[in-house]
C-alpha cells in the first residue's frame, strides 16, 4: 500500500495533515493557559504590591496645596491648549468646574509630585447615571482606592458635558526626612535614592541566546522627543545588526509596544523580529518587585542615563555594557549626592559610552579621559520623513518658536522669556509681524509688557511638532551645555532660522548656516536675535543655507561606525 493511501481514512481526510492541526490546537491550548497563568500571576503582584503600598508611611501631611489640571478632549486629544488649573488643598478636596462645550472626554491630574492613594472618590454631575471615570496610570484595588505608584496620577472621566464635582480623600506618600519608613509596623532606615538606584529585579538563566536590554525609564509619548527615541533607533540598529533579540526595560512608567513600534516606524528603521518588553515602575520602596527579568551571561545591556548605568552595574553579570552619554549629566546638579553618583558613573572603566554628538565628546577630551578612552560618538540625524521645508505660501505673520522647559534649568527659560520681552521693548521683535509661541511641558501662561500673550502649544506628538516647524521661521532655542540638543536641528532642517547660544567648546554650529550662536551676554544675544529676525525675513538666503546644509538624515549612515565599535565590543557575549 502507497505511502498516500496509508496517510488517508475511509473519508478521504489525510492524516498527517489532522494530526498538524491536532497539535496545533493543543499549543494554542497551552499557550492560552500559560497567558491566563501569566495574568493570575501578575494581578496576584499587583494585589500584593498594592497592600504594601498601601500599608507604609501614607498620611494626611499637614496640609499643603496641591495644582490640579483638567485636560479637555473635543475631538483633537488633550493639549495644553485646553485645559484648566485648580489648587487644592490637602484637607479640602472638593473641586467644582464647568466644561466647554463639545466634550468627549475629561483628563482629571489630581496632583503632581507625589506618588498616591486616592479613597471615597465621588462624582456629581447633570448625567449622574452615564459618567465613567478609568486611572489612566494607576491600580483600582479590591478596596476600591486608586493607587498611584507614579508621581503624576491620571484619570479619565467620560459622560459629563456641562459641569463636574469631584471629592475625595487623598494620602500621599511620605519618607520621613530622616529617611525611616515604617513597614509591617517596623522602622526601616531607607535612603532616598535606594528605589531610584536599585537593581532590576531578576533571577538568573542558563539561557545561551544573545540579547540586547535598553534600559530607560519612559517610552512614553513625552519622553520619545530626541533622547530617548535617539536611544531606541540605536539598540534596534544594534539588535538587527547581530540578529538577536531585543529587550526593552523601562523603570518610572509602564511600557505600551505601540509607542516604539511607532518611533521606529517614523524613522524608516526595521523592527527586530524578536522584540520584547518589561517594566518595573511599580516596584516598591526598596526596589524589590515579585515579577523579575529574566537574565543571563549572553544579555547585553544599555544604559540611557546615569542612574540606569548604576541600576545596570548592579544587574548586568556580564563583564561590560554601553551607555548612550546624550549629555553633560553632571550640569544636572550642584554639588550634592546625585553629582557624586553621576561623576562616578562617568570614571568606570566596564563602560562603553556611546557619544551623541562631536561637540560634546570634545567637551569631554578635556574634562572625562575615561570616556574619550572607552567610548566613540556619533552625530544625530533627522530623518527628512519628518523634517523637510515644503513651506509654499507665506503666513499672514511670521512664525517664532521658543523652546520652552521651566522645569530644565539647561534651558534658561527664565532668562530667555526676560530676552524676548526685552527684544519686544526695545523694537527687534514686533508682535505685529511676529506670533510667538512656547513649546515645551509645563510651560505656564506668559503675558509680555506690551500685552502680548505667548501662544502656549505645551507637548505635542512628534507628527504635530514636525508639522508645526515646517512653518517656523525663527526659533531661539537656549542650551547652557556644551552641545547644541536637537530643537535648532529640527528647525534647520525644516527651513528654519535658529538663534541659541555659545557654551564651552560650543562656539558655532558648523553643519548649517541657518544656526547663530551668541554670547549669553544681554545685549550681544540680542544683537544675534537681530540677525536671526533679518535672516529669517531673507527666504531665498534662508534656502540657500537649508540646500547647503550637512545635518546627518540617516540613522543607518551615521551610525555605522557606532555599530560597528558596538559588535565589536561585544564580541565576548559569543565566545
Request: one cysteine or more; a neutral charge; hydrophobic letters at 35%.
Amino acid at each position: 500500500m502507497s505511502e498516500e493511501l496509508m496517510n488517508k481514512t475511509k473519508d478521504g481526510i489525510n492524516l498527517t495533515e489532522q494530526n498538524r492541526i491536532i497539535a496545533e490546537r493543543l499549543n494554542l491550548t497551552n499557550e492560552r493557559n500559560r497567558l491566563i497563568y501569566e495574568r493570575n500571576k501578575l494581578k496576584s503582584e499587583l494585589e500584593h504590591a498594592c497592600e504594601l503600598f498601601s500599608s507604609m508611611a501614607f498620611n494626611h501631611i499637614s496640609e499643603i496645596n496641591l495644582a490640579s489640571c483638567f485636560y479637555y478632549n473635543t475631538g483633537s486629544g488633550y493639549s495644553e491648549n485646553e485645559k484648566d488649573n485648580c489648587i487644592i488643598s490637602t484637607k479640602d478636596t472638593s473641586i467644582s468646574i464647568i466644561l466647554p462645550e463639545n466634550l468627549i472626554s475629561v483628563r482629571f491630574d489630581p496632583l503632581n509630585g507625589y506618588s498616591c492613594i486616592i479613597r471615597n472618590l465621588v462624582i456629581l454631575s447633570n448625567e449622574n447615571n452615564n459618567i465613567s471615570i478609568e486611572p489612566l496610570n494607576g491600580i483600582l484595588n479590591k478596596k476600591r482606592e486608586y493607587i498611584f505608584f507614579n508621581t503624576n496620577p491620571q484619570f479619565e472621566i467620560k459622560g459629563v458635558t456641562s459641569w463636574l464635582k469631584l471629592k475625595y480623600d487623598i494620602l500621599l506618600f511620605k519618607v520621613e526626612s530622616n529617611n525611616i519608613i515604617k513597614k509591617n509596623n517596623e522602622n526601616i532606615f531607607i535612603s532616598k535614592w535606594t528605589r531610584h538606584l536599585s537593581a532590576i529585579p531578576n533571577f538568573v538563566s542558563e539561557c545561551n541566546i544573545p540579547r540586547v536590554n535598553l534600559v530607560t525609564d519612559s517610552i512614553e509619548k513625552h519622553s520619545l522627543l530626541g533622547g530617548v527615541a535617539t536611544a531606541l533607533i540605536i539598540a534596534t540598529l544594534y539588535a538587527n545588526t547581530l540578529k538577536i533579540p531585543l529587550r526593552i526595560i523601562t523603570r518610572t512608567t509602564s511600557i505600551n509596544p505601540l509607542d516604539y513600534k511607532k518611533i521606529i516606524k517614523i524613522n524608516n528603521i526595521k523592527e527586530p523580529e524578536d522584540i520584547s518588553f518589561y517594566s518595573d515602575y511599580d516596584r516598591d520602596i526598596e526596589g524589590k518587585k515579585n515579577f523579575k527579568l529574566e537574565i543571563s551571561k549572553k544579555d547585553i545591556f544599555i544604559a540611557t542615563s546615569w542612574w540606569s548605568a548604576m541600576a545596570i552595574d548592579k544587574t548586568t553579570i556580564t563583564e561590560r555594557f554601553f551607555y548612550v552619554l546624550q549629555e553633560v549629566e553632571t550640569f544636572f546638579y550642584p554639588h550634592s549626592d546625585e553629582y557624586y553618583f553621576c561623576s562616578q558613573v562617568m570614571k568606570k572603566s566596564n563602560i562603553n559610552y556611546i557619544v551623541n554628538s562631536k561637540y560634546l565628546f570634545d567637551y569631554f577630551k578635556e574634562n572625562e579621559p575615561n570616556i574619550i578612552k572607552n567610548g566613540i560618538c556619533f552625530d544625530p540625524a533627522f530623518s527628512e520623513n519628518l523634517y523637510k521645508n515644503t513651506k509654499n505660501s507665506k503666513n499672514t505673520k511670521n512664525k517664532l518658536f521658543f523652546y520652552s522647559r521651566p522645569n530644565n534649568p539647561r534651558n534658561l527659560f527664565d532668562y530667555g522669556v526676560y530676552l524676548i520681552n526685552l527684544s519686544i521693548e526695545r523694537g527687534i521683535i514686533n508682535t505685529n509681524e511676529w506670533d510667538i509661541y512656547f513649546i515645551g511641558q509645563d510651560t505656564p501662561k506668559v503675558i509680555f509688557n506690551n500685552g502680548y500673550v505667548a501662544i502656549n502649544k505645551g507637548i505635542m506628538d512628534w507628527e504635530e511638532y514636525a508639522s508645526f516647524l515646517n512653518e517656523v521661521d525663527l526659533a531661539i532655542c537656549l542650551m547652557y551645555t556644551p552641545h547644541p540638543s536637537y530643537p535648532p536641528y529640527d528647525v534647520a532642517c525644516s527651513g528654519g532660522v535658529v538663534v541659541s547660544n555659545k557654551c564651552l567648546n560650543k562656539n558655532q554650529i558648523y553643519e548649517c548656516n541657518n544656526i547663530l550662536l551668541g554670547d549669553l551676554e544681554e545685549d550681544s544675544f540680542l544683537k544675534t536675535i537681530e540677525s536671526g529676525i533679518e535672516l529669517a525675513k531673507n527666504t531665498e538666503q534662508r534656502k540657500i543655507n537649508y540646500k547647503q546644509s550637512t545635518i546627518k538624515r540617516s540613522w543607518i549612515d551615521t551610525l555605522e561606525d557606532t555599530i560597528k565599535f558596538m559588535v565589536e565590543r561585544s564580541e565576548s557575549v559569543f565566545s
